[in-house]
């Protein structure tokens, strides 16, 4: 049996158990989320002891060298000294400048670093209701064309910060963010590649980034983005991306809408792994981002792949609710 | 004499391979239903692992690794028969990648020597 040392306080760990499930059973209100070392809402620091690799997956090399480590998946066999106070380093101020609805459940926040803020767009980065509920969101802004931060906001029903970003937060306030991560976004490098997107709900945000990102970086392959909703009111930003589509002949925008109006342009109840392999032509030089709900990226990227995608060529971000 | 892993193509070949080999699995109502709710990324490293040592490359596969991997399989139902046509898949991807009969035989039976492991027999 391993054990921990948070403060000044020795914590024993029982086997297989994580750093923060031992520190939330003695009663410490540790910030967390997903649970599943991906949103990084748990990030802890160690300044002493060996830390699994399995609690950096993911994490920048800055913050891997400075001995950050995801709680949630830090299962150390020897004893982890660990801080207490790390996190205030972390977080950066962010003032909102646009608060405003795209429709009846999901919001668009715009948000001004309050110093330079490097991201890549399709990355997420983490919003911070008081010191220990962050949420994470991904950004559908492009740095060096906006000048702002854009997320795309879901309400979750009794969601802590979902709820109080879309009624208590307001143009002019202060939030508190933290630094974007993420795998998904757009890389140059082989600028006549096809680019598939495909996401469900706020999925669209980081897609939207990505897209954006390839064109300001002269990508000259086709993109395609097709949008999954539910329902046709579910779509958003649709007459942006129209626009978008026929503004750039590189750019395609389609929306598959299970319970479908036909007669809206772009608007096609044809499932979204049938409208990409229908778009792809040789799906297996296409370069894949996948993002929104877990279920459908998992599904999405399994047809895919069986069709013939190459899995280096597949980039997800399931968007996992929080657990806590 | 080169080794069998030199002869296939070594890393290259096992890049080459695992795609083709995977698609064929999950394709494979035989046996892709011990394949659902998997993570994929996690899925195909493990798979690359496989690969290399079936093609006769430097490894850290073990008995034990083996039967604690697939320990909950057998309880669902894993057997003979699944193997069979793992096996089977493992055949047809060396055969679209060109390679020669012998050399398929010689990794379908390195394949066929952890069965037993796979098993927990």
Redesign the interface.
């Given at each position: 049996m391993s054990h921990i040392i948070f403060g000044d306080k020795r914590i024993g760990l029982d086997e297989g158990q994580t750093v923060l499930s031992a520190l939330l059973e003695q009663g410490y209100d540790i910030a967390n989320s997903c649970r599943a070392g991906v949103c990084q809402s748990c990030l802890m620091k160690a300044v002493e002891g060996e830390i699994p690799a399995e609690a950096q997956i993911g994490l920048k090399d800055t913050l891997k060298l400075q001995g950050y480590f995801m709680a949630c998946s830090c299962k150390p066999d020897t004893p982890l000294h660990i801080a207490t106070d790390a996190n205030e380093g972390l977080q950066s101020s962010a003032k909102v400048i646009e608060h405003k609805l795209f429709n009846k459940d999901i919001l668009c926040i715009r948000l001004k670093p309050e110093e330079n803020f490097e991201y890549n767009a399709g990355q997420f980065i983490s919003v911070w209701k008081e010191a220990k509920v962050g949420r994470s969101y991904s950004l559908a802004s492009v740095s060096g064309l906006d000048d702002y931060l854009e997320l795309h906001i879901r309400r979750i029903s009794n969601g802590v910060v979902s709820n109080w970003l879309h009624d208590e937060v307001k143009a002019g306030d202060i939030l508190q963010i933290r630094a974007a991560s993420g795998n998904c976004f757009y890389t140059p490098g082989m600028p006549e590649q096809k680019i598939l997107l495909a996401g469900t709900g706020t999925g669209l945000a980081p897609l939207i980034g990505i897209a954006r990102d390839a064109l300001k970086q002269d990508h000259t392959g086709e993109i395609h983005l097709v949008h999954g909703t539910r329902h046709v009111d579910d779509l958003y930003m649709h007459q942006t991306l129209l626009d978008m589509t026929k503004q750039n002949n590189k750019f395609n925008y389609l929306a598959s809408v299970l319970q479908g109006d036909e007669n809206q342009p772009a608007v096609s109840s044809v499932s979204i792994d049938k409208q990409l392999i229908d778009v792809a032509g040789d799906i297996k030089d296409c370069k894949i981002f996948l993002c929104g709900d877990p279920d459908m990226v998992?599904n999405l990227?399994?047809k895919l792949?069986?069709a013939?995608a190459?899995?280096n060529n597949i980039h997800t971000d399931p968007f996992i609710a929080s657990n806590s | 004499m080169s080794s069998l892993y030199e002869r296939i193509g070594g890393q290259a070949a096992v890049d080459a391979a695992v795609d083709i080999f995977y698609r064929k699995v999950l394709v494979d109502d035989r046996i892709n239903e011990f394949f659902d709710g998997v993570d994929m990324d996690q899925q195909i490293n493990k798979q690359k692992g496989f690969l290399t040592m079936v093609f006769g490359g430097p490894n850290e596969y073990t008995g034990k690794d083996m039967r604690e991997g697939h320990k909950h399989l057998v309880e669902r139902g894993l057997n003979d028969s699944h193997v069979d046509a793992v096996i089977e898949n493992l055949g047809a991807t060396l055969q679209e990648l060109g390679v020669a009969g012998e050399d398929i035989q010689a990794i379908a039976d390195i394949a066929n020597s952890v069965r037993d492991d796979v098993l927990n027999r």
């Open positions: 998992n990227k399994r792949f069986i013939g190459s899995m | -």
